[in-house]
């Protein structure tokens, strides 16, 4: 079984950070990225986000499955781009350097392969991020930093408890389908699509009965200790903004100023190193 | 301040969805202090009474009240749902589903929270709740890091941190291991010492609760109260087993005996019971009479498995060790231990669930660990705790043939066999009923004859009467005996002492993935050794032994069983 919601708990000046913290600048860093195309900052962002796992003790192999994942979908996409438009870094950059002596429309350029790099360095100065974030943030001091912001308590309260009953629900999937296939079900590939569909049907349904039983016992449970009484609740992991938090906002805001000065000073999104 | 804490004046309670009403002139009053236990079989309308005193009812599940409830001197109607839970906290049955926090601390906090307490204040109140309830240890830990003693001291704590005047407990003893219940009943006897608040607890296991002391016992039966007396008075008369509930064995020990149950022998409390010279003697006599009347007879080996690990891939947590056990052919078996301790992963190895790292086992003597996991089905059919964990088709009819249906077997001997299976299990006249419309008891009859249809040798059942009352109980045991009557091996994994006793030919002990012993269940049950490594309770027969001399507990313990199985069955 794999935990995809992974907080890893430790000791690290990232996770002293408040969720909300994490959030903002998970989302001023994704704009900053996704906004600009320029070799630079992309390289900058690449690098820090890396630089940033060691710092909150994270290492390789608690993100290992994450990885892998995007990994595939890295090569899938960079060789699906070059497939359907092999001539796309022409078009960005204006001109054509053909590269080893071939020529044609499949034919390597020096922009297309620079385009492409480009377009590799994205990820990467996106990702890592996004993994640290989802490895540093507690769930519940998330749901109260969600609160704090202005997000209203029962929805945070219903982020925090679906992510507190996944690895519950995962279990009683992996018991109750093991109980199927005992009766005949047929999960492996043997089975063609239309049987696996079946299949499906034979654990979906024993496995949303049993957890509509368990939600009405969970919602009494709350109310019976007050849940929903007044507007507002605290929060027992609610944590303080300390300078730390203000000034990673601050880099990150930062961050996201250089990536739109770019685009302006550069004329358009891309930093082309093929005109003088 | 009052010191009255629920007052139902000629109450009576139809939900909105029901044809009859669930309760009819209940009067009942709680004072501060008291420790009061409501029992009666299932569906006697004691849950209602617990969620009228909690307020879910009105709040939560409408229906029609007449009379009147107080709670805290106020009628709840007037209240709401908030006020009640400041004077009543409720611990609900399933210990797991009222853990609604992350972690120990935020749950501890959670009623704290929702009241808008400071953060400083809260924190210092849920240090001092750990402390009391020893959980400081473990308060950054998640549900699943705990054991169920612990669970259970985290759900007390979670309502204790309001202050509430009364105690509310649904059901506390379903779900937990012998020595972990009898722990729990202590946990509520220093709480209402420590607290003075008042306890109810609601509970058809009588023995385990009067345990410790209580004041009084009140019997509900089909939505009246039957009796609202002291224990000692409730047990000396006939009104227990009139309503399905079941006695103390000890006391069933006694009536075997001859001995009449008076009141001022203190029937409600084992370590208080006084019995006259001559009814010692009696009990004894009993004994002799009785004894060593048990034939054996040997019969081939049906599941041998020799050597067996398995560790879980994950954890890296080694499940079972080195085991070797072998189950005979019609065989009644029972499989004890703490939760953990292997008795689970032990079944789902045999079955093929998970593979197991080395070791053998044979079936009939041929290897068994080449078959896939449907294949053994049809050998070792697996019944699981929860039927809704396993029930997927409308009509009960079709949840009994799919297994058959998915093997390919032509329509026409599905039906056959599908019917005959539906007869067995005493369904056959409902076939045609949808499997909503079933209580829990039949469903977990519906999912036995899901796996029954396939004809299997053996059937491993995991906890079969868990949260069943008495009656219930016999009636899911006796068709299990009568199954085995008709051959098919059975093996039950369970908490239960009392099934173990009377219906298992042998128990087999795990603790910490190891088999640490196999023997008659007279004998595990008054081993105090295997007691203590197991979690499990001596059985109050054993101290009955002792306390009437007689020569050989174990004995003593055998000869009983021996006579309550023959006498059953003449």
Not at chain 1, 89 to 96: A, D, P, W
Not at chain 2, 379 to 399: A, F, R, T
């Given at each position: 079984m794999i935990n995809l919601f992974n907080y890893i708990e430790k000791e690290s000046p990232i996770h002293r950070l408040t969720g909300a913290t994490k959030l903002v600048c998970l989302l001023l860093w994704s704009f900053a990225a996704m906004s600009t195309y320029?070799?630079?900052?992309?390289?900058?962002?690449?690098?820090?986000?890396?630089?940033?796992?060691?710092?909150?003790?994270?290492?390789?192999?608690?993100?290992?499955?994450?990885?892998?994942?995007?990994?595939?979908?890295?090569?899938?996409?960079?060789?699906?781009?070059?497939?359907?438009?092999?001539?796309?870094?022409?078009?960005?950059?204006?001109?054509?350097?053909?590269?080893?002596?071939?020529?044609?429309?499949?034919?390597?350029?020096?922009?297309?392969?620079?385009?492409?790099?480009?377009?590799?360095?994205?990820?990467?100065?996106?990702?890592?991020?996004?993994?640290?974030?989802?490895?540093?943030?507690?769930?519940?001091?998330?749901?109260?930093?969600?609160?704090?912001?202005?997000?209203?308590?029962?929805?945070?309260?219903?982020?925090?408890?679906?992510?507190?009953?996944?690895?519950?629900?995962?279990?009683q999937y992996h018991e109750i389908s093991?109980?199927?296939?005992?009766?005949?079900?047929?999960?492996?590939?043997?089975?063609?699509?239309?049987?696996?569909?079946?299949?499906?049907?034979?654990?979906?349904?024993?496995?949303?009965?049993?957890?509509?039983?368990?939600?009405?016992?969970?919602?009494?449970?709350?109310?019976?200790?007050?849940?929903?009484?007044?507007?507002?609740?605290?929060?027992?992991?609610?944590?303080?903004?300390?300078?730390?938090d203000y000034l990673c906002m601050l880099v990150c805001l930062l961050l996201l100023g250089a990536s739109i000065a770019l685009t302006y000073v550069n004329g358009s999104r891309f930093y082309n190193p093929f005109q003088p | 301040m009052t010191d009255v804490i629920?007052?139902?004046?000629?109450?009576?309670?139809?939900?909105?969805?029901?044809?009859?009403?669930?309760?009819?002139?209940?009067?009942?009053?709680?004072?501060?202090?008291?420790?009061?236990?409501?029992?009666?079989?299932?569906?006697?309308?004691?849950?209602?009474?617990?969620?009228?005193?909690?307020?879910?009812?009105?709040?939560?599940?409408?229906?029609?009240?007449?009379?009147?409830?107080?709670?805290?001197?106020?009628?709840?109607?007037?209240?709401?749902?908030?006020?009640?839970?400041?004077?009543?906290?409720?611990?609900?049955?399933?210990?797991?589903?009222?853990?609604?926090?992350?972690?120990?601390?935020e749950d501890l906090a959670f009623a704290l929270e929702n009241d808008c307490m400071p953060q400083k204040e809260m924190k210092g109140r849920v240090r001092e709740i750990a402390k009391i309830l020893d959980l400081e240890e473990v308060l950054r830990h998640a549900p699943s890091e705990l054991s169920g003693g612990q669970r259970q001291r985290v759900s007390v704590g979670g309502v204790m941190a309001s202050d509430v005047d009364l105690f509310?407990?649904?059901?506390?003893?379903?779900?937990?291991?012998?020595?972990?219940?009898?722990?729990?009943?202590?946990?509520?006897?220093?709480?209402?010492?420590?607290?003075?608040?008042?306890?109810?607890?609601?509970?058809?296991?009588?023995?385990?609760?009067?345990?410790?002391?209580?004041d009084r016992v009140v019997l509900m039966n089909e939505g009246r109260i039957v009796s609202d007396t002291a224990p000692d008075r409730l047990l000396s008369s006939a009104l227990l087993s009139e309503c399905g509930v079941r006695e103390p064995l000890y006391l069933t020990a006694l009536k075997y005996a001859g001995v009449k149950i008076r009141e001022e022998m203190h029937p409600a409390s084992l370590p208080e019971l006084s019995l006259t010279e001559g009814e010692k003697e009696q009990v004894r006599r009993f004994f002799l009479e009785n004894r060593g009347k048990g034939e054996k007879e040997t019969r081939p080996e049906l599941l041998t498995v020799k050597n067996l690990s398995f560790t879980y891939e994950k954890s890296h947590r080694k499940a079972l060790r080195d085991l070797s056990v072998s189950i005979r052919e019609g065989e009644m078996v029972a499989v004890v231990g703490t939760n953990g301790a292997g008795k689970s992963t032990f079944s789902k190895v045999i079955c093929g669930m998970e593979k197991e790292d080395a070791g053998e086992i044979l079936f009939r003597g041929r290897d068994f660990t080449s078959l896939s996991i449907k294949e053994r089905a049809e050998h070792v059919g697996y019944v699981m705790q929860n039927p809704n964990q396993m029930i997927s088709k409308v009509m009960i009819y079709d949840e009994v043939a799919m297994g058959l249906r998915l093997r390919?077997?032509?329509?026409?001997?599905?039906?056959?066999?599908?019917?005959?299976?539906?007869?067995?299990?005493?369904?056959?006249?409902?076939?045609?009923?949808?499997?909503?419309?079933?209580?829990?008891?039949?469903?977990?009859?519906?999912?036995?004859?899901?796996?029954?249809?396939?004809?299997?040798?053996?059937?491993?059942?995991?906890?079969?009467?868990?949260?069943?009352?008495?009656?219930?109980?016999?009636?899911?045991?006796?068709?299990?005996?009568?199954?085995?009557?008709?051959?098919?091996?059975?093996?039950?994994?369970?908490?239960?002492?009392?099934?173990?006793?009377?219906y298992a030919d042998r128990a087999i002990v795990f603790s910490g993935g190891r088999i640490i012993a196999d023997k008659s269940c007279a004998r595990v049950l008054t081993d105090r050794d295997v007691v203590e490594r197991a979690s499990l309770k001596e059985t109050s027969l054993y101290h009955l032994a002792e306390l009437c001399g007689a020569p050989d507990g174990t004995e003593f313990v055998q000869s009983f069983i021996d006579y309550e199985r023959a006498h059953e069955r003449a």
């Amino acid at each position: 079984m794999i935990n995809l919601f992974n907080y890893i708990e430790k000791e690290s000046p990232i996770h002293r950070l408040t969720g909300a913290t994490k959030l903002v600048c998970l989302l001023l860093w994704s704009f900053a990225a996704m906004s600009t195309y320029d070799t630079r900052l992309l390289l900058l962002l690449a690098v820090l986000g890396i630089a940033l796992f060691p710092v909150g003790r994270i290492g390789v192999r608690d993100v290992s499955f994450m990885l892998w994942f995007t990994l595939v979908f890295l090569v899938l996409n960079t060789v699906l781009v070059y497939l359907f438009s092999p001539q796309h870094g022409t078009q960005v950059y204006g001109t054509c350097t053909y590269l080893f002596g071939f020529s044609g429309h499949f034919a390597p350029t020096a922009e297309q392969l620079f385009f492409q790099f480009n377009y590799i360095l994205k990820y990467f100065a996106t990702i890592p991020f996004v993994l640290l974030f989802v490895c540093t943030t507690n769930p519940s001091e998330f749901a109260a930093s969600l609160s704090r912001i202005g997000v209203s308590y029962r929805v945070s309260y219903a982020v925090a408890l679906a992510l507190r009953y996944i690895p519950d629900i995962q279990k009683q999937y992996h018991e109750i389908s093991q109980a199927s296939q005992a009766r005949g079900v047929e999960l492996s590939k043997k089975a063609s699509l239309t049987g696996r569909l079946k299949a499906a049907s034979a654990i979906l349904i024993p496995l949303i009965l049993s957890s509509m039983d368990r939600i009405e016992v969970i919602s009494n449970a709350m109310e019976l200790r007050c849940f929903g009484k007044n507007k507002k609740r605290t929060w027992y992991m609610a944590q303080r903004f300390r300078a730390p938090d203000y000034l990673c906002m601050l880099v990150c805001l930062l961050l996201l100023g250089a990536s739109i000065a770019l685009t302006y000073v550069n004329g358009s999104r891309f930093y082309n190193p093929f005109q003088p | 301040m009052t010191d009255v804490i629920v007052e139902f004046n000629d109450l009576g309670f139809q939900y909105r969805a029901q044809a009859k009403p669930t309760l009819y002139t209940i009067h009942l009053t709680v004072r501060r202090g008291e420790k009061v236990l409501i029992a009666g079989p299932s569906g006697c309308g004691k849950s209602t009474v617990a969620n009228l005193i909690n307020g879910l009812i009105p709040f939560s599940y409408k229906g029609e009240i007449t009379g009147s409830v107080r709670i805290g001197g106020r009628e709840t109607g007037e209240q709401s749902l908030f006020d009640i839970s400041h004077t009543v906290g409720t611990v609900l049955q399933d210990s797991d589903a009222q853990f609604v926090g992350m972690t120990v601390a935020e749950d501890l906090a959670f009623a704290l929270e929702n009241d808008c307490m400071p953060q400083k204040e809260m924190k210092g109140r849920v240090r001092e709740i750990a402390k009391i309830l020893d959980l400081e240890e473990v308060l950054r830990h998640a549900p699943s890091e705990l054991s169920g003693g612990q669970r259970q001291r985290v759900s007390v704590g979670g309502v204790m941190a309001s202050d509430v005047d009364l105690f509310l407990f649904d059901e506390p003893l379903a779900n937990l291991d012998p020595k972990t219940g009898k722990q729990a009943i202590e946990l509520i006897d220093e709480l209402q010492k420590r607290t003075g608040a008042a306890v109810i607890i609601i509970e058809h296991r009588l023995e385990d609760v009067l345990h410790r002391y209580v004041d009084r016992v009140v019997l509900m039966n089909e939505g009246r109260i039957v009796s609202d007396t002291a224990p000692d008075r409730l047990l000396s008369s006939a009104l227990l087993s009139e309503c399905g509930v079941r006695e103390p064995l000890y006391l069933t020990a006694l009536k075997y005996a001859g001995v009449k149950i008076r009141e001022e022998m203190h029937p409600a409390s084992l370590p208080e019971l006084s019995l006259t010279e001559g009814e010692k003697e009696q009990v004894r006599r009993f004994f002799l009479e009785n004894r060593g009347k048990g034939e054996k007879e040997t019969r081939p080996e049906l599941l041998t498995v020799k050597n067996l690990s398995f560790t879980y891939e994950k954890s890296h947590r080694k499940a079972l060790r080195d085991l070797s056990v072998s189950i005979r052919e019609g065989e009644m078996v029972a499989v004890v231990g703490t939760n953990g301790a292997g008795k689970s992963t032990f079944s789902k190895v045999i079955c093929g669930m998970e593979k197991e790292d080395a070791g053998e086992i044979l079936f009939r003597g041929r290897d068994f660990t080449s078959l896939s996991i449907k294949e053994r089905a049809e050998h070792v059919g697996y019944v699981m705790q929860n039927p809704n964990q396993m029930i997927s088709k409308v009509m009960i009819y079709d949840e009994v043939a799919m297994g058959l249906r998915l093997r390919g077997v032509p329509e026409e001997e599905v039906r056959v066999r599908t019917e005959k299976a539906l007869e067995i299990c005493g369904l056959y006249r409902m076939r045609n009923w949808p499997i909503s419309a079933l209580s829990y008891g039949q469903k977990k009859r519906v999912t036995i004859c899901s796996i029954l249809v396939l004809e299997p040798e053996m059937m491993i059942l995991d906890e079969p009467t868990a949260g069943q009352d008495y009656r219930n109980y016999t009636r899911i045991m006796e068709f299990l005996r009568s199954l085995n009557q008709r051959g098919i091996t059975i093996v039950m994994i369970t908490h239960d002492m009392h099934l173990m006793l009377e219906y298992a030919d042998r128990a087999i002990v795990f603790s910490g993935g190891r088999i640490i012993a196999d023997k008659s269940c007279a004998r595990v049950l008054t081993d105090r050794d295997v007691v203590e490594r197991a979690s499990l309770k001596e059985t109050s027969l054993y101290h009955l032994a002792e306390l009437c001399g007689a020569p050989d507990g174990t004995e003593f313990v055998q000869s009983f069983i021996d006579y309550e199985r023959a006498h059953e069955r003449a």
